[in-house]
């Protein structure tokens, strides 16, 4: 008689969220034959892309007309393109119907329990040997549950803490209009006729004032420190991101001197409008934070319908200071354009460091504190890419390190690099815990692809495949480059890396323009000047 084998148990992994990042991770555990079991504390995915009327308590919250600024070819998962007739920037709406599509083709919403808030998660007490979690969650009814996983991802999402200076304004008490932040920002139909403050010039921000600035009778767009402006679409009506997030562009940035890189880059933009003209000017340099993304802000400033406005000194009723001296009175509302905290309340408190709740993460993603390597954190970054395909390869890495094939290396080294890296953006960001979300996007995601074992080998393509090697090098860094070798490999990823223009121009092909065969728009940007994709 034969032996019975008993079967080994697939290692049970909790992911703590539904939205983009969430849905990513349970795919991720899948594919590395981890059991993922999904707690989503709303009724439905999608997470801050699915628009609500009224604001929750600790869930993020869009405003009804966002549209994303990352274009559909290099934000989409690296192993399922949006759909060709997509726009190429596309909105909030629709972007959660290609996430519908995502969690359908890979069958993954059977692995989600809806309505179910995570409460605690808690090392359990042999966890330098099992790394195991306990995980306490309540469901729709009350009830409480107890589990025990082999691995957590944290998939919450940070923009769910609103950050409201009010003490950093005297006489805000004394002010008789509304006061919101764009976390409770629906829709401009409040401020019709009205005369409003936009306090802060992020995206969110620009997209705000853009937007109230169409039906009040004024607004003002109030910002300390300025900032630089590019629109979505740059020369030849092609996506922004697209032509600048590029191997070769990335390679020529890093070999010329900053100093003259940023003469450049603020050349190229005050040209297509004088920052200083228009009250833009900010005082850093262009390479040290990152720009607004918007496409309207010049023209409504030039219209005079938004007028941009130095830092709130103070209010006295319904009268405005600014800190350049002039005064605006009768303002009706002030929205606060001015960022978000995090906070995971059912982490234990000793992954946070410091009073202000900053959470130490190697590489972004693991705290190094962890006898074992069994919790993740993702999404929790700032970069000048696209977030999602960030994500899915944190969440390939992550569910690799859980399931014991990739290896982190000493608490002491990973704790090095984290210093080095807050180090290096302190001079940016001089608050530590904001100078630690950023990363550099290219070398960043390039840096995971690497753990994972999917960095494109460059010289290997143009030797083997110079069709795709060429797109690879001089192209758009698009997410598909890290589904062409290694595990996770996608069969189709060769075919979508050279149909990515196909997609591009798919959505602005409604109306038929007889014009010779050799100059169609595809074979124009096959055969594009290799310079422009460098210096724009």
Not at 18 to 28: D, E, M, P, W, Y
Not at 161 to 183: A, C, M, R
Not at 281 to 307: S, T
């Amino acid at each position: 008689m034969f032996p019975v084998q008993t079967p080994i148990m697939a290692k049970r992994v909790a992911v703590i969220g539904a939205g983009s990042s969430g849905l990513t991770s349970i795919k991720c555990c899948l594919d590395e034959g981890l059991e993922p079991v999904c707690f989503e504390s709303s009724d439905d995915i999608g997470g801050l892309w699915k628009f609500k009327e009224q604001p929750e308590a600790d869930r993020c919250s869009i405003y009804r007309s966002v549209i994303v600024n990352t274009s559909k070819e290099m934000m989409c998962y690296s192993d399922f393109p949006m759909p060709d007739h997509f726009p190429n920037y596309v909105n909030n709406s629709t972007l959660l119907q290609y996430i519908r599509l995502y969690a359908g083709h890979f069958n993954l919403l059977k692995h989600i329990h809806f309505q179910t808030t995570v409460r605690s998660v808690r090392q359990r007490p042999d966890f330098s040997n099992s790394g195991q979690w306990e995980v306490v969650t309540v469901d729709r009814d009350g009830r409480e549950e107890t589990h025990v996983f082999d691995g957590v991802l944290v998939c919450a999402g940070f923009y769910t803490q609103p950050i409201k200076p009010l003490s950093d304004f005297p006489g805000i008490d004394t002010f008789p209009g509304t006061i919101i932040h764009s976390w409770e920002y629906k829709d401009s139909d409040p401020y019709l006729g009205k005369r409003v403050v936009v306090i802060g010039i992020g995206n969110s921000g620009g997209d705000i004032a853009v937007e109230l600035s169409r039906v009040c009778e004024k607004t003002f767009l109030s910002t300390r420190k300025g900032a630089w402006v590019i629109g979505r679409v740059v020369d030849r009506g092609l996506p922004l991101d697209m032509m600048m997030m590029t191997r070769a562009r990335d390679l020529f940035y890093w070999l010329l001197p900053r100093a003259l890189l940023n003469l450049i880059l603020e050349r190229i933009l005050n040209q297509r409008f004088d920052h200083k003209l228009y009250g833009l000017q900010p005082v850093h340099r262009i390479l040290d934070q990152h720009v607004v993304i918007n496409d309207d802000l010049p023209g409504r400033i030039l219209l005079g319908d938004l007028a941009m406005k130095s830092n709130v000194q103070k209010f006295q009723g319904s009268t405005v200071f600014f800190d350049d001296g002039t005064v605006e009175e009768k303002i009706d509302a002030m929205i606060l354009c001015t960022g978000y905290d995090y906070k995971f309340p059912f982490l234990p408190t000793s992954l946070s460091s410091g009073s202000d709740g900053d959470l130490k993460l190697y590489r972004r993603i693991f705290p190094p504190s962890l006898e074992r390597p069994t919790l993740a954190i993702l999404g929790l970054f700032q970069t000048k890419g696209a977030i999602m395909p960030a994500v899915e390869l944190q969440a390939r890495w992550a569910s690799r390190v859980i399931a014991g094939l990739n290896h982190l290396p000493p608490a002491e080294k990973m704790n090095k690099s984290i210093e080095k890296d807050v180090q290096a953006n302190l001079k940016s960001y001089p608050s530590p815990k904001l100078a630690a979300l950023q990363v550099d996007h290219i070398p960043y995601i390039d840096s995971i692809a690497k753990e994972v074992g999917v960095r494109p080998n460059i010289a290997w393509l143009l030797l083997k495949d110079p069709a795709v090697g060429l797109r690879v090098f001089f192209g758009p860094c698009s997410p598909y480059q890290f589904r062409l070798n290694g595990p996770g490999h996608w069969s189709g990823a060769r075919q979508a890396i050279l149909t990515q223009w196909d997609r591009v121009a798919k959505p602005m092909k409604t109306r038929s323009i007889p014009e010779p065969s050799s100059f169609g728009l595809i074979s124009w940007l096959d055969t594009i000047d290799i310079p422009y994709f460098i210096v724009g």
